[in-house]
């Protein structure tokens, strides 16, 4: 039940874009995305709510297709700052409000 | 002023010993979670709260339980600590409405079991 994120990891160039793709085999209603940075706190990035629907925050966006039962998250120009783990979560399906994580993608970006 | 604390930060502790983690927000919010997080597992739900006094158990949570006996404070209970519990473990809070409102997450706690 729990949702597969892919890639593991990436490394990059300052500037360059990258895609994390986060996957079900649950039907999704929803996709919660947060950033992690090492030693501290997973910090909410954004919900996607409705299939198809994208969001942005920043230079950070995500779409999530419903049909598919998947969410990727589109990081384009990547800073330095966006360097962490990021995990999707998908609610449980006995309740909207609980959270199961993947089991996040390390991004790493170089100068 | 941050809305959600966890105490203690660090702790050490040895086999066969109860602890007990805390967690107190500031924001009013109703729902409360445990999660402990480990290499290679992401983030795994130990309990939640959806109330005062109203938990239930999450994917994880054999060897431990949980009190809620106000709004702002969340209690995890190691009830006998094995060196399987090491781990860091976040406090989460979200509002009503979860599907539309994201988590905060407390900063954590890394406890090591010896």
């Known amino acids: 039940q729990q949702p597969v994120q892919s890639p593991q990891a990436v490394i990059l160039r300052e500037g360059e874009d990258a895609v994390i793709n986060c996957s079900s085999s649950?039907?999704?209603?929803?996709v919660h995305w947060y950033r992690q940075k090492h030693g501290e706190a997973p910090v909410f990035l954004m919900i996607l709510l409705k299939g198809g629907e994208q969001k942005g925050h920043e230079k950070i966006s995500a779409s999530f297709n419903e049909k598919k039962q998947q969410s990727s998250l589109y990081l384009t120009a990547s800073q330095l700052s966006y360097s962490g783990t990021y995990f999707c979560?998908?609610?449980?399906?006995?309740?909207?409000?609980?959270?199961?994580f993947g089991s996040g993608t390390r991004l790493l970006v170089r100068p | 002023d941050a809305g959600i604390t966890q105490s203690p930060r660090h702790k050490v502790t040895e086999t066969g010993t109860p602890v007990t983690l805390r967690c107190h927000q500031t924001e009013n919010h109703r729902y409360m979670y445990w999660y402990r997080q480990d290499p290679g597992h992401g983030l795994r739900l130990i309990h939640y709260?959806?109330?005062?006094?109203?938990?239930d158990k999450g994917e994880v949570s054999d060897g431990y339980s949980v009190s809620r006996s106000k709004t702002e404070d969340f209690l995890l209970t190691l009830e006998s600590a094995t060196s399987s519990q090491t781990s860091v473990y976040f406090c989460?809070?979200?509002?009503?409405?979860?599907?539309?409102?994201?988590?905060?997450f407390g900063s954590g706690t890394r406890l090591t079991v010896v």
């Open positions: 709260s959806y109330g005062v006094k109203d938990t």
């Open positions: 989460a809070i979200s509002e009503p409405g979860g599907d539309r409102n994201g988590y905060t």
């Open positions: 979560g998908t609610p449980r399906m006995d309740s909207s409000y609980k959270l199961i």
């Open positions: 649950k039907a999704l209603y929803s």
